[in-house]
């Protein structure tokens, strides 16, 4: 059972309310913000004031709050150069898409079109050098990231992707997509390979966060040098698979199940509602 005993879930459906509530306005002050500040400052401040405190403090918000912690292994693996490397990690929560960027700062994220005509959000996005792409638009879109990707990269800038393209289960798995393998031996850039179980403490299909204690594992770089995108992908994926069954609860050899929420504790409607409202709101831009 993805819960933890030793916790009513009443306390839960508290702890885990407030972080849906905050979340947005936290984004909302990030991105009012860094629009209005941001086109003055140079691209390493302006990504901190943008991305940087809005990821840092639901970070520790989800810590305090929600008791999520975390731990990293692997810290002696982060690149001390200045390339730019293709960062591909475990995708089960939308923690990562804000821890990563505390650790990879700044970086290039890939992100559909459509989030450029969000007002502050979308245009704080684009005060960051992203890459926009039309995700209907398959090969066109991965020409985009080719093209665009390589001349971030070529300039030092680090590249976050997600291989599976969505959101994992917990005991799951999705098959890597070519896009970050192709997109690293294309640029001649080595690739960081990120493993984690974040999914069985912040799951984006229920509502409850569990206490506990995230783990994280940064590989040593991939090289890609005179390799196939579809070896390195394999070499990727086989590194990133099996580090994610040792530190989970919940391998995949087991296909865990997520338990249904409980009825009762659901059926607080107006705050229920309310806050789910925010939550979507807020995941709708974390995709």
């Avoid at 943008?50 to 929600?66: D, E, M, V």
Wanted: proline letters at 6%; charged letters at 20%; aromatic letters at 12%.
């Amino acid at each position: 059972m993805l819960f933890d005993p030793h916790q009513p879930r009443w306390l839960a459906f508290i702890r885990s309310s407030i972080m849906y509530l905050l979340m947005p306005l936290l984004a909302i002050n990030s991105y009012v913000l860094g629009t209005i500040l941001g086109p003055f400052l140079p691209y390493p401040k302006r990504f901190k004031l943008i991305i940087g405190t809005f990821c840092h403090s639901t970070i520790w918000l989800a810590k305090n709050i929600a008791g999520i912690r975390y731990e990293v292994e692997g810290w002696e693996n982060l690149p001390k150069d200045d390339r730019g490397y293709v960062v591909m990690s475990k995708h089960q929560s939308s923690w990562e898409t804000l821890f990563l960027q505390n650790i990879f700062d700044p970086n290039t994220v890939v992100i559909k079109k459509e989030a450029a005509y969000i007002p502050f959000f979308g245009w704080g996005i684009a005060l960051l050098n992203p890459i926009f792409i039309n995700r209907k638009k398959g090969e066109h879109a991965l020409q985009q990231i080719l093209e665009k990707g390589s001349e971030r990269l070529n300039r030092g800038e680090d590249i976050l992707i997600f291989p599976e393209g969505t959101r994992v289960d917990v005991g799951a798995r999705a098959e890597f997509k070519k896009g970050g393998a192709l997109l690293a031996c294309t640029a001649e850039a080595d690739i960081i390979p990120i493993a984690l179980n974040s999914g069985e403490h912040w799951n984006n299909k229920r509502w409850l966060m569990i206490p506990g204690t995230i783990k994280v594992i940064i590989g040593p770089s991939i090289s890609t040098k005179g390799k196939t995108w579809e070896t390195v992908n394999t070499e990727v994926e086989n590194w990133i698979n099996p580090k994610v069954d040792e530190i989970s609860n919940y391998p995949y050899q087991e296909c865990f199940e997520l338990e249904a929420e409980s009825e009762s504790l659901l059926s607080i409607n107006a705050l229920t509602t309310a806050v789910k409202s925010g939550k979507a709101w807020f995941l709708q831009f974390m995709r």
